[in-house]
């Protein structure tokens, strides 16, 4: 059977600073009252990244009204498929991460497209990586988000060891590069003062342990970036009424999918269907 053809619409959102954020819906034709779901993007990545625009096809086609879009200090500009506002992107932190989510959220809840096609009643999170620490957080703390699912989600914002720190506090950055000509990206200091002004609320076990609503973990026992070992830490943390852990041999980070070239997307569709048939028995 042909999937529905998928139509696309492009958004523009203020962020509660003004910034703009620039966000994709998809949707299949001819739909309505569909749950509307949110990707959050992994770090260093953007929403026309690797495989965020081919997961998002396929869940608009499996019933969804498919939000991705840009955290506004992320880099990219505009609609842009590079990450090229360096001073930018060496300002974000993730308390940052998390406002331009409850605006995006906020947005949604007024837009008259996802207002016509999706029912923001039935409203969730997907993050990958970074982006499953900052859906989480949200998700716990936002009435709105009625179920999760996290992809290789951190179980830690904080990732430095005390030297790495050190080095950070007395350059004033952290490159993200040995090389600065293959790579001139680095995180400002804001990074480690908001760990440090907000560690109870960037929490990410305390945020599992709060977090009382339908929560799938998805993670590859093969994740070099993101051990297993942080998947089983959240679920550890978690309410097991209501979480689900599945770790997946022989997989990785990236789901073989950084492009369409190392397996046609073939793992990804693999995990997009296990979300999608969690979600559809969760949400009915």
């Given at each position: 059977?042909?999937?529905?053809?998928?139509?696309k619409k492009r958004l523009l959102l203020p962020n509660r600073s003004g910034d703009m954020m620039h966000a994709d819906v998809r949707f299949a034709e001819g739909s309505t009252s569909r749950p509307v779901l949110v990707i959050?993007?992994?770090?260093?990545?953007?929403?026309?990244?690797?495989?965020?625009?081919?997961?998002?096809?396929?869940?608009?086609?499996?019933?969804?009204?498919?939000?991705?879009?840009?955290?506004?200090?992320?880099?990219?500009?505009?609609?842009?498929?590079?990450?090229?506002?360096?001073?930018?992107?060496?300002?974000?932190?993730?308390?940052?991460?998390?406002?331009?989510?409850?605006?995006?959220?906020?947005?949604?809840?007024?837009?008259?497209?996802?207002?016509?096609?999706?029912?923001?009643?039935?409203?969730?999170?997907?993050?990958?990586?970074?982006?499953?620490?900052?859906?989480?957080?949200?998700?716990?703390?936002?009435?709105?988000?009625?179920?999760?699912?996290?992809?290789?989600?951190?179980?830690?914002?904080?990732?430095?060891?005390?030297?790495?720190?050190?080095?950070?506090?007395?350059?004033?950055?952290?490159?993200?590069?040995?090389?600065?000509?293959?790579?001139?990206?680095?995180?400002?200091?804001?990074?480690?003062?908001?760990?440090?002004?907000?560690?109870?609320?960037?929490?990410?076990?305390?945020?599992?342990?709060?977090?009382?609503?339908?929560?799938?973990?998805?993670?590859?026992?093969?994740?070099?970036?993101?051990?297993?070992?942080?998947?089983?830490?959240?679920?550890?943390?978690?309410?097991?009424?209501?979480?689900?852990?599945?770790?997946?041999?022989?997989?990785?980070?990236?789901?073989?999918?950084?492009?369409?070239?190392?397996?046609?997307?073939?793992?990804?569709?693999?995990?997009?269907?296990?979300?999608?048939?969690?979600?559809?028995?969760?949400?009915?």
């Open positions: 059977m042909k999937p529905p053809a998928v139509v959050c993007h992994s770090f260093m990545a953007f929403k026309e990244w690797g495989f965020f625009p081919h997961a998002a096809e396929r869940l608009a086609e499996s019933g969804f009204v498919c939000v991705t879009f840009n955290f506004s200090h992320n880099g990219v500009a505009l609609d842009g498929n590079r990450i090229t506002e360096l001073a930018r992107f060496e300002k974000n932190t993730f308390s940052q991460e998390l406002d331009d989510l409850g605006a995006l959220l906020d947005g949604l809840s007024s837009d008259t497209t996802v207002q016509t096609v999706g029912d923001v009643r039935r409203l969730v999170l997907l993050g990958h990586s970074r982006g499953g620490g900052i859906a989480l957080v949200c998700a716990s703390e936002d009435a709105r988000v009625k179920a999760l699912v996290t992809w290789s989600a951190i179980a830690t914002f904080d990732r430095w060891t005390a030297h790495q720190k050190h080095a950070w506090e007395a350059s004033g950055f952290l490159p993200l590069a040995r090389n600065t000509t293959v790579s001139p990206l680095r995180l400002g200091t804001g990074i480690l003062r908001d760990i440090e002004a907000h560690g109870d609320r960037l929490n990410l076990s305390a945020a599992a342990a709060r977090l009382a609503k339908p929560w799938l973990i998805l993670h590859g026992e093969a994740d070099v970036t993101v051990p297993a070992r942080e998947a089983r830490s959240l679920y550890g943390a978690s309410d097991p009424a209501v979480t689900e852990l599945r770790v997946l041999e022989h997989v990785g980070h990236l789901y073989n999918a950084a492009t369409r070239a190392e397996d046609n997307f073939q793992t990804l569709d693999a995990i997009i269907g296990v979300s999608v048939q969690w979600l559809h028995r969760t949400l009915s």
